[in-house]
């Protein structure tokens, strides 16, 4: 249906076509080469086409994310538009075929379609990091996900947005767990092995270190002096 409906936008819009410059499809996992093909380069869209035939779950969590973006964004177009058309969406799908590639021990192969998607979409997401589906990247440029993010389903973040670690939590469980349905806005800053519970919104511009309640609003941000300096990367401590 998908499928149908790009063919279908792409036919109604001749110069649009002409733009995209996308490759012949039959299907998705042709339409999602074509796409990265057009976007990245053509190994790349060899790779994402490969992927998705072999692999109905990242399809399918595809379909959600795409479906969900549609719904709950406010553009016109629908599906078809958001597939052609969503930077927020196109980071997503690469990074679920570099993540397929980690846990497939690909590793030097996940981190160089990272480093790829990352100068096409202007994100970097660690390809270790989970993501849930239904996931709605708005704007997408600027989102930071660390090796050990965890985001649960239908979760929504704006642009700018960082999920990291700080250096006094820099074990191998270091980065933020995000459960379902929860909404980080713009420029927040979440740090830290911490949970945003199910539901919680983090407003724009917030930094956040603690736990967050499901259900509970944040906002805000203040820095406070706690103390001497406690990290140094110079090869002599020049502070003294």
């Given amino acids: 249906m998908l499928v149908d409906d790009v063919k279908a936008l792409l036919a109604a819009n001749t110069v649009t076509a002409e733009v995209l410059a996308l490759g012949p499809f039959d299907d998705f996992p042709d339409l999602a080469g074509a796409l990265f093909s057009m976007l990245c380069n053509e190994d790349v869209g060899r790779i994402v086409a490969q992927t998705h035939r072999h692999s109905p779950q990242i399809i399918a969590q595809t379909g959600r994310d795409i479906h969900e973006t549609a719904r709950r964004n406010f553009e016109p177009g629908g599906p078809a538009a958001v597939l052609l058309f969503s930077r927020g969406i196109h980071a997503t799908m690469g990074h679920r075929v570099a993540n397929a590639m980690w846990q497939q021990g690909e590793t030097t192969l996940a981190m160089a379609l990272k480093a790829t998607f990352g100068r096409a979409f202007g994100t970097d997401i660690h ?66 092995n911490i949970t945003i519970g199910k539901g919680a919104n983090v407003a724009a511009g917030a930094i956040v270190l603690e736990d967050v309640p499901a259900g509970r609003v944040v906002i805000g941000t203040k820095a406070r002096d706690i103390g001497p300096a406690r990290v140094s990367f110079l090869k002599e401590d020049t502070r003294k």
């Fill in 127 to 192: 390809p270790a990091a989970k993501i849930g589906a239904g996931f709605w990247l708005d704007h997408g440029l600027g989102f930071v996900a660390g090796e050990t993010v965890v985001i649960g389903t239908d979760v929504s973040i704006w642009h700018n947005v960082t999920l990291g670690s700080t250096f006094n939590n820099s074990g191998p469980d270091r980065h933020p767990k995000i459960e379902d349905g929860a909404i980080i806005g713009a420029g927040a800053l979440v740090l830290g």
